[in-house]
Structure formats: structure tokens, C-alpha cells
């Protein structure tokens, strides 16, 4: 049985907003942050939800909350988001904690992973363990995010198309079930409708 949908936290007690990472990998310390990049803002998903409306200057700390939120109703160590930019390719935006945008910073750089693979085939995508995963990319995919070992991506849908993904990640190896996906899909939801608020768009959740 699917859990009612999940309610985001208000507030963030002890959480300040963190400045902006501007290398492609994320800094330490970098628990909840944005990626607000300086690049085209059309192509830029920190600042535009693919296909219309942007974001405020209070969307950082939402998504942060947000993302902080679903680590703990998930009960993964840490929820990362990666979004499709302009021309489709997903970038990293915001993680619950530094290893989960080290996570992203390294799907983005190596264009390979659980959120490509979810997004691109539109459905969950579970990888017990990174470093067992076959491919030469994977290995360096484990490499750059370690020290995450288990992904779970689900993909983030947005007028019926997957917009990006969100990836629950643990630092151990791990069988993820049934109930593990089920949270994970109702989470997604829960993080398109943030988005979609943000940006001041209407919504669909179509095409599962």
C-alpha cells in the first residue's frame, strides 16, 4: 500500500542557505545546496523548469528543504535531483547532502547512470551497487561518487513527460524493493509538484 503523500518540512532549524557551487563537482559542505550555475538561464534547469516559468530567489532553500525532507520519509542516507537543461541533458541541481550532489556532479560528467537510464526509459531504475555495476563507465561513475554505492532513480514527470530524475542514495550496497520504489515514485510526484509550484506551472504525473 502506497503511503499518503508526504508533506514537506516548513522549516529548516540549524540549516543556512550555502552560496553557490561553481566547479563541476560539488564543494564539501555542500549539504542542500542549488546549483545555480551563471550560464544561459534558457538552458539552465536551476533557473527554468523544462518548458516554461522560473524560479524565484527563495527556490534554493524550497528544494533544499524539500530534498532534506525525503532522505528522512525515504530513509535513504541522502535524495539528490538532476533536471533536463535546455537541450535534454540532465545536470545536477540540488542534493541533500555533499555526496548526493557528488552523485549528480558525476552522472553529469560522465553522461551515464541511474538517472540517464531512468529518464530515458521512463521508468525507476534500482543499481545495488555501483561499483559492481558492468561497464567501464560505471566503474568511473563509482569512482567520482563515492563514497555513494547504491542509486535508486526515479524519474521526475512533468506534463506527462520525465523532466529529470531524483536519486535515493546509500553508502552501503543495497537490494532496493518494491516498497523501496513505491515511496520513491510517490516522493517524485511530491517533487514535480514543488517544481511545478516554483516555476508557476501546471502539472501532469501522465505516462507511467
Not at 182 to 187: D, E, F, I, K
Request: aromatic residues 4%.
Amino acid at each position: 500500500m502506497l503511503p499518503e503523500r508526504p508533506k514537506m518540512a516548513d522549516n529548516d532549524a540549524g540549516h543556512s542557505p550555502d552560496t553557490t557551487p561553481q566547479g563541476s563537482r560539488a564543494p564539501q559542505g555542500a549539504a542542500g545546496r542549488w546549483n545555480e550555475r551563471t550560464t544561459d538561464p534558457d538552458s539552465d534547469p536551476a533557473s527554468r523548469l523544462p518548458g516554461r516559468g522560473r524560479y524565484g530567489p527563495s527556490a534554493a532553500q524550497g528544494v533544499a528543504r524539500a530534498l532534506r525532507s525525503m532522505a528522512v520519509i525515504s530513509q535513504a542516507d541522502g535524495v539528490a535531483l538532476m533536471l533536463a537543461d535546455g537541450q535534454g541533458q540532465l545536470r545536477a541541481v540540488g542534493g541533500s547532502s555533499a555526496e548526493g550532489l557528488d552523485l549528480e556532479y558525476a552522472q553529469q560528467r560522465e553522461q551515464l547512470g541511474p538517472a540517464h537510464e531512468s529518464v530515458a526509459a521512463g521508468r525507476p531504475v534500482a543499481v545495488a551497487d555501483l561499483r559492481g555495476h558492468d561497464g567501464d563507465g560505471y566503474q568511473r561513475l563509482a569512482r567520482r561518487a563515492a563514497p555513494v554505492r547504491a542509486v535508486l532513480a526515479v524519474p521526475v514527470r512533468v506534463r506527462g513527460s520525465a523532466a529529470g530524475a531524483l536519486n535515493f542514495y546509500r553508502r552501503t550496497p543495497c537490494h532496493w524493493t518494491s516498497d523501496h520504489i513505491a515511496v520513491g515514485q510517490r516522493l517524485a510526484d511530491t517533487a514535480a509538484d514543488l517544481l511545478v509550484r516554483l516555476a508557476g506551472t501546471t502539472i501532469d504525473h501522465g505516462g507511467r
